[in-house]
């Protein structure tokens, strides 16, 4: 028998107001209690105005405090009051499941303990991406990468689709202590990168707009100047193609000789 108790993670989407869906809108207002973590103040107070119990989850962020301990206090927190029986929402800027660890591990534990409970899509940094500058992951293929993993990790990378690295603002930081990284990691990506692509090779840094009035951010520049280049924390990075498709002749054969019977 599933227990009384029940956990969904939402997506509030990127633009203050703009982006909820209907659904996600009535977990909040009927929520026992929502625990947020938002990208700006402004977005924690529109919540608010949702729900009466509102607790904001930025707090159990410091400085020089690790990252996964601060999750999973995040995670604590909220199946503290689901265990309790209570119906609870987690409010989670973009899409709750994108590049975001706590809205996973609690679905995944309570799930575990016979809770109920799942997710609802939300609009995420990625799609407004593809809106704001233009872009079809579909015309070329697409690869993401967290922009640490893309550093430490052996890669395979295929240049003729598009890039795009997430977390550039805190590469290099492998003790998830940073909110902003240093220049010599940036300067470390740029070389990472310029074993792929030629280093005059033009890609851009995005900042989705968060509140209304923000200007979205498209900062086209060559590859050799990202060392040096304003990131910040919601930056992401988006690599155009380096390389043209190579069409695969062999499977064109195979294909070919199906037609043909
Ligand atoms: C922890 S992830 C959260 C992503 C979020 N769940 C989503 O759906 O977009 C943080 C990363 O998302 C991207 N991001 C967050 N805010 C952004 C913004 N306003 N514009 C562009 N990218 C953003 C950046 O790459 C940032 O480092």
Redesign the pocket.
């Given at each position: 028998m599933e227990k009384k108790g029940s956990f969904v993670a939402v997506?509030v989407g990127?633009t203050l107001g703009a982006h909820i869906c209907p659904l996600s809108r009535s977990y909040i207002e009927h929520a026992d209690i929502v625990f947020c973590s938002l990208?700006d103040s402004y977005v924690e107070e529109w919540v608010m105005t949702m729900n009466s119990e509102v607790r904001s989850l930025q707090s159990f962020y410091a400085v020089g405090k690790d990252r996964r301990d601060t999750y999973k206090e995040m995670v604590a927190a909220m199946m503290t009051e689901v265990r309790a029986g209570k119906n609870v929402v987690g409010a989670?800027?973009?899409?709750p499941g994108?590049?975001?660890l706590a809205p996973h591990k609690v679905i995944a534990i309570a799930r575990d303990e016979g809770f109920q409970a799942h997710m609802e899509p939300?609009i995420?940094?990625?799609d407004c991406l593809y809106a704001d500058m233009g872009l079809d992951p579909g015309t070329n293929g697409c690869i993401h990468y967290e922009a640490n993993q893309f550093l430490m990790n052996k890669k395979c990378l295929d240049t003729s689709a598009l890039l795009i690295l997430?977390?550039?603002?805190m590469v290099g930081d492998r003790r998830h202590q940073e909110f902003e990284s240093h220049k010599k990691y940036r300067h470390l990506l740029m070389q990472s990168l310029m074993a792929f692509y030629p280093a005059d090779h033009r890609v851009a840094l995005?900042?989705?707009a968060?509140l209304p009035i923000d200007e979205v951010r498209i900062e086209w520049l060559p590859l050799k100047n990202v060392g040096d280049a304003k990131i910040h924390?919601?930056?992401?990075m988006v690599i155009p193609p380096g390389s043209e498709k190579q069409t695969d002749t062999a499977f064109l054969t195979k294909l070919n000789e199906l037609d043909s019977l």
């Open positions: 997506g990127m990208s989670f800027y973009g899409h994108v590049f975001a939300g995420s940094a990625e997430w977390q550039v603002g995005y900042e989705a968060v924390q919601h930056t992401t």
